[in-house]
C-alpha cells in the first residue's frame, strides 16, 4: 500500500537530516538546497515536508544508472524522436515543490526548451520534464510511495522506477485525474518495451556493459 503521510519527523539541528521526509517550510528547505556546502545532496520538497538524499556513489546504482541513460538515448536517436537527458538536475516550483530525480528527459517539442546557462529550473518559467526516472538501489519504497504520489500530483506524464536489486522496472503513466497506471511499454517513446531494458539490465550483471550496449542496439531497429 503507498504511504499518503510521510513520517512526522521535526528538523534537526546544526545537520542535514537524510533518507527521510521531515516536516518543514519552504524557507527551511531553501536555505538547506541552497547553501552550496550541501551540493552533494539530492532534495526534494512536497508541501510541508522536504527530503534530502545523498548523491549514490554505489558502484550498482551508477551502473543503472550509466546503462538506462545510453539505452534510452539510443532508442531517441533510432526512432529520430528529438530528445534531452537532464542527469540528477533541480526542477523548482517556487514555495511549492522541488525535485531532482536521477534521470530526466524533455521529449518532442520540449526537447530544447531549457536555454543553456540554466542551473535549477523554474517551473514556473519552463515546462516539466516529460519523463523522470528514479534509480532504486535503497530507496525503493519511497521512490513507490511518497515521491509516486509528488509525480502523480504534478501531473508528470511519465514516471519510472528501476529496481536494481530486482533489475526491473516500474513506469507508470500519470492521468488527467493525477491517478497513475502501470505500463509495459512507454508512451512518451512510443515503441519502447520495458521488458527489453530489463532485459539488458539482467544481462548487465553477467557481461560487461559494451558488450550489454551491443546486445541493445540490435533490439532497436533505426526507424523506417
Known amino acids: 500500500m503507498l504511504q499518503t503521510q510521510p513520517p512526522q519527523n521535526q528538523l534537526p539541528q546544526n545537520q542535514i537530516p537524510l533518507d527521510t521526509w521531515l516536516a518543514a517550510s519552504w524557507e527551511e528547505f531553501t536555505a538547506i538546497a541552497d547553501d552550496p556546502s550541501n551540493s552533494k545532496v539530492k532534495g526534494y520538497y512536497y508541501p510541508s515536508y522536504m ?11 551508477a551502473n543503472d544508472h550509466a546503462l538506462i541513460l545510453f539505452a534510452l538515448t539510443f532508442f531517441a536517436a533510432q526512432q529520430e524522436i528529438p530528445m534531452t537527458a537532464k542527469d540528477c ?26 536555454p543553456w546557462g540554466t542551473r535549477v529550473i523554474d517551473l514556473e518559467l519552463y515546462p516539466q520534464p516529460d519523463l523522470v526516472i528514479e534509480i532504486s ?15 502523480e500530483d504534478l501531473g508528470l506524464r511519465e514516471y519510472w522506477v528501476v529496481d536494481v536489486q530486482a533489475s526491473q522496472i516500474y ?46 542496439m540490435t533490439q532497436f531497429p533505426r526507424s523506417s
Request: hydrophobic content about 30%; aromatic content about 10%.
Open 51 to 61: 527530503r534530502f538524499e545523498p548523491m549514490s556513489t554505489g558502484s550498482d546504482h
Open 89 to 114: 538536475c533541480s526542477y523548482r516550483h517556487s514555495r511549492a515543490y522541488e525535485f531532482q530525480p536521477d534521470i530526466s528527459y524533455y521529449i518532442g517539442e520540449n526537447a530544447n526548451a531549457i
Open 137 to 151: 538501489d535503497t530507496s525503493l519504497p519511497d521512490d513507490l510511495g511518497f515521491k509516486r504520489l509528488q509525480y
Open 171 to 216: 513506469a507508470f503513466r500519470v492521468e488527467s485525474d493525477r491517478s497513475s497506471r502501470r505500463l509495459q511499454e512507454s508512451q512518451v517513446l512510443p515503441g519502447l518495451k520495458l521488458e527489453i531494458l530489463e532485459q539488458a539490465l539482467q544481462r548487465s550483471r553477467q557481461e560487461s556493459q559494451s558488450a550489454t550496449t551491443a546486445w541493445l
